[in-house]
Every structure is written in structure tokens, then in C-alpha cells.
Nanobody, 123 residues
Framework: QVQLEESGGGSVQAGGSLRLSCAGS????????MAWFRQAPEKEREGVAA????????YYADSVKGRFTISQDNANDTLYLQMNSLEPEDTAMYYC????????????????WGQGTQVTVSS
């Protein structure tokens, strides 16, 4: 059974940094792509960043380009999201996702999801 477990969320002031982690386990086949999504209250879940593992290609939402960095440690099946210069608009529940193909920012491209970790940025 595949499990994705996020950690690293918390409360910070605007301009601060956080590093999210996502530990994956139980894969029968290693995912081709992994991503971070976020969902703010009363808003739809949106793609934040993704990494296509074989191609070693990354994608970012325009709102986080230059501030967030997605990376992966293949040795321990852990996905990271380094978030710098955080803004109140970044406040959301952040989810890790793993999949086998499809547009990087579409929920349907990902078969497995974590439970989420809350990020709160105060002004």
C-alpha cells in the first residue's frame, strides 16, 4: 500500500521560509512524477510545483516561481519543497502527490496523495 506522509508545515511571518518533506513508501512501481499541491479555504486545490523524475524536469506555478524549489532525494524516496519569501497568500494545506503521467498541474495526473500539512503565513 502506497503511503505519502508530509511534514514541515507550520506558522511563519511573511518573508520567512519553510521546508516541506514528503516521505513515500510502498510503491510497486516508482512514480514518474511527483508534485506539491495546495488548497486554501474555499478555494480549489492547485498545483504548486512538480518534478518529472526520469527527465529531471521541474515545473512551477507562476505565483511561486523564484520563491519555491522542488527537489527529490531518490535514495530515501523523499520529496521536498523549499519555500522562501513566504507571503500570506501562500497560506494553505499543502499536499504531496505521486503519479505516472499527465499534465503536471492536474489532479487527475496523480494516483496517490498524502494527508497534507498546514502552512500559515501571517503579515
Amino acid at each position: 500500500q502506497v503511503q505519502l506522509e508530509e511534514s514541515g508545515g507550520g506558522s511563519v511571518q511573511a518573508g520567512g521560509s519553510l521546508r516541506l518533506s514528503c516521505a513515500g513508501s510502498g510503491y510497486n512501481y516508482n512514480p514518474y512524477q511527483m508534485a506539491w499541491f495546495r488548497q486554501a479555504p474555499e478555494k480549489e486545490r492547485e498545483g504548486v510545483a512538480a518534478i518529472f523524475i526520469i527527465r529531471d524536469t521541474t515545473y512551477y506555478a507562476d505565483s511561486v516561481k523564484g520563491r519555491f524549489t522542488i527537489s527529490q532525494d531518490n535514495a530515501n524516496d523523499t520529496l521536498y519543497l523549499q519555500m522562501n519569501s513566504l507571503e500570506p497568500e501562500d497560506t494553505a494545506m499543502y499536499y504531496c502527490a505521486a503519479g505516472y503521467g499527465g499534465a503536471w498541474d492536474k489532479r487527475g495526473s496523480y494516483e496517490y496523495w498524502g494527508q497534507g500539512t498546514q502552512v500559515t503565513v501571517s503579515s
